[in-house]
């Protein structure tokens, strides 16, 4: 399976790198917004004077970074899973299944592939925000300011303890949206394929799936914590067993 | 080893593309598999590959029905274009090399070479022809047991084409056996000592060309021409 | 070499063997090459290639040495054995097709004597 997420990789290596590339304009933005800003002063909302360009590259470089952070990893997670809604469908996926590995190697090659990226993007996103903030302290803009600013409040969980973490989660809650995709991608080409309202049915069920979980969460620890975060991992195993299950017996090319 | 198809039927909804296809497929042989499109070839290739699930019926390889483990042994050559478009020539062949321990990255660097594909251009680059050489030197650079060819001649010219069907003819051995799936039948004909034909999903025939010429004084393309023109089977 | 692909080709390749021998280009006793190079130079399936050396066997033209390969026979007289036997198959069948045109055994005669003299 090495071998599969090689090239998984690989196939997602543009995107990686934009993400990457954006990633670090935004860094480089915000640490000259901070280098520039003068020493302590104090950001008001609705302040005509604002201190800036400085500040312009605080604000917009910031908002770049919480973007990649967010939208920018979304998106390069999504798009293994994207593409073997591609390559189940169509020619391109050849290449793919020519290979002696077997179903659940190649969804595992894929699921590996976005685990591997939203555990990096958590440590390396919620690393950086870290360190810029304490920047940001040094320079004299505490919590309060930045919080009003550009809406990120680490106070809620300022402990280095509690906001990794707390990202931690938000990346499993959406990995296992990632394997609800997944699970509707690899039904549609089985049961689904070709019959009418195909879309559809899939999307219904997507929708129960995840309100199931919800559901689960909630009659949990109410969406926190330990149990929640079992749920999503048993959500994510369960359906990647079940879509490698179908992949194997019921998908033909 | 023989490649066993035993009563292998594939639907798709209320079509029928494989009806009750029984044939073995034996090593030290080079079979012709013809018949006209839709016929059922394709399919009958890929669910040897383990790329279609059989209705009824089935593909067997050791006595064991193909799965993606048996890909090791079967190599299937698809008519479509599907190497990645960004690799390279020799990307293609490191690809191949990482998946399949037969692969031999030397004849494909010397197949290439012969069929002027320089290593270092992107597929996207490549013309058709370029593209259906290149896929031709990757298959055959592999030392399967077993080798399905769906129309591998497809868009490519003459010299070249020379060029694989002589490739062809040196991995060919008695510890093997090719499958090549072609519309250009007299073109296969001297190559070719047994053929198999396919109409309407159902296997026409299974014979000996040679056998065929002694006997019944008939051509490959006569053959088909006999079966295929007249009533449906 | 084209083929004539409704005649089988393992005859079609032990012919172009024979007449080789017979003219001398093949010499008794030389060493014939190997099926798989026989099928690489004919472009033929390499089992058709065995076929034409199991039906020259037969016949008495070649053998094969244990772990040496296929030889020419080495017979006094093969030569001209082999040479006879084709001159006679193509005498057969061209004087079947001049009949066939309606020519009778004095025209053919007469016909090819005045070809030979051109």
Known sequence: ?253 | MTLQTKEAEKNYGRTKALQGVTFDIEPGNIYALLGPNGSGKTTWMKMAAALVRPSAGGVLWEGEPVCAKTRSDIAYLPTEDFFYSWMTVEEVGKYFADFFADFSMDRYRALCGQMELPEKQKVRTLSTGMRAKCRAAAAMSRAAKVYLLDEPFNGIDLLARDQIMNSILETSSPDNAVVISSHLVEEIESAVNRAIFFRDGRVAADLDIEELRAREGKSLADKYRELMQGKEV | MNFDTSIPIYLQVGNDLKGKIASGQIQPGEKLPSGRELAQQYQINPNTAARVYQVLEQEGICETRRGLGTYVVEEIGMQQKVREEMARDLTRSFLERMRALGLSGEEIGKILKEEENR
Not at chain 1, 24 to 49: C, H, S, Y
Not at chain 1, 140 to 167: C, K
Request: aromatic share 10%.
């Open chain 1, 1 to 253: 399976m090495t071998k599969l997420l090689h090239y998984e990789f690989r196939k997602s290596r543009s995107a990686l790198l934009a993400l990457l590339v954006c990633t670090a304009v935004g860094e480089v933005m915000l640490l000259l917004g901070t280098a520039l800003l003068p020493q302590g002063i104090f950001l008001l909302r609705g302040e005509p004077d604002l201190g800036g360009m400085p500040a312009f590259l605080l604000l917009v470089g910031s908002g770049f970074l919480s973007l990649c952070g967010t939208f920018g990893v979304m998106l390069c997670s999504l798009m293994p899973v994207w593409a073997l809604r591609r390559e189940l469908n169509s020619d391109q996926g050849l290449m793919l299944f020519l290979v002696p590995e077997n179903s659940f190697a190649v969804l595992g090659a894929k699921v590996l592939q976005n685990v591997l990226i939203l555990a990096g993007s958590v440590l390396a996103y919620g690393l950086l925000a870290l360190l810029d903030v304490s920047l940001l302290a040094v320079r004299g803009i505490g919590p309060d300011a930045l919080s009003e600013v550009i809406q990120f409040d680490p106070a809620g969980s300022s402990t280095w303890g509690g906001f990794l973490p707390s990202l931690g989660m938000v990346a499993l809650s959406w990995l296992t949206i990632l394997m609800i995709c997944l699970f509707s991608i690899v039904l549609q080409a089985s049961f689904f394929r070709g019959k009418r309202g195909a879309f559809w049915i899939s999307l219904l069920i997507d929708l129960f799936l995840i309100l199931l979980i919800l559901r689960a969460d909630s009659l949990s620890s109410g969406g926190t914590g330990i149990f929640s975060a079992l749920i999503n991992c048993g959500a994510v195993v369960l359906l990647y067993l079940a879509s490698g299950w179908m992949m194997e017996r019921h998908v033909s090319l």
